[in-house]
């Protein structure tokens, strides 16, 4: 069956997933023009590296420190901004593909606001 995954293993049908996405279209602020395709490009970029640090984060949740090396509130603090980086690196040399499907996205859905102007 085609569709999309989430997170919980479950697969959306394609038509499942057009509706939350025309929903979620529908209550976003009105743009007063068509986005650059830079600035579309960017958004999908930063979508993207959220995602991953988001998928890396929980891999990381289990890791214990070596006490020799480290532990302590300040890894804390430091890992966090390194799973981040490791989000924004991954997504801008091609990421998972996902910054693909959310551009794309993004310029349909402007296709279809700027058609209905």
Same mark, same amino acid.
Request: aromatic fraction near 6%; charged fraction near 20%.
């Given at each position: 069956?085609?569709?999309?995954?989430?997170?919980?293993?479950?697969?959306?049908?394609?038509?499942?997933?057009?509706?939350?996405?025309?929903?979620?279209?529908?209550?976003?602020?009105?743009?007063?023009?068509?986005?650059?395709?830079?600035?579309?490009?960017?958004?999908?970029?930063?979508? $993207?590296?959220? #995602?991953? !640090?988001? @998928?890396?984060?929980?891999?990381?949740?289990? +890791?214990?420190?070596?006490?020799?090396? *480290?532990?302590?509130?300040? $890894?804390?603090? #430091?890992? !966090?901004? @390194?799973?981040?980086?490791?989000?924004?690196? +991954?997504?801008?040399?091609?990421?998972? *593909?996902?910054?693909?499907?959310?551009?794309?996205?993004?310029?349909?859905?402007?296709?279809?606001?700027?058609?209905?102007?």
């Amino acid at each position: 069956m085609n569709g999309i995954v989430t997170s919980a293993g479950a697969t959306l049908p394609n038509a499942a997933f057009e509706s939350v996405t025309q929903t979620l279209a529908n209550r976003a602020s009105p743009l007063e023009g068509p986005i650059a395709p830079s600035a579309a490009r960017k958004a999908a970029e930063s979508f $993207e590296a959220f #995602f991953i !640090s988001q @998928m890396l984060a929980d891999m990381f949740a289990g +890791l214990e420190t070596d006490p020799l090396f *480290g532990g302590g509130p300040g $890894e804390t603090i #430091f890992r !966090s901004l @390194m799973i981040d980086e490791y989000g924004k690196s +991954l997504a801008s040399t091609g990421g998972v *593909g996902i910054g693909d499907s959310v551009l794309g996205e993004i310029l349909r859905l402007q296709e279809i606001d700027t058609n209905e102007r």
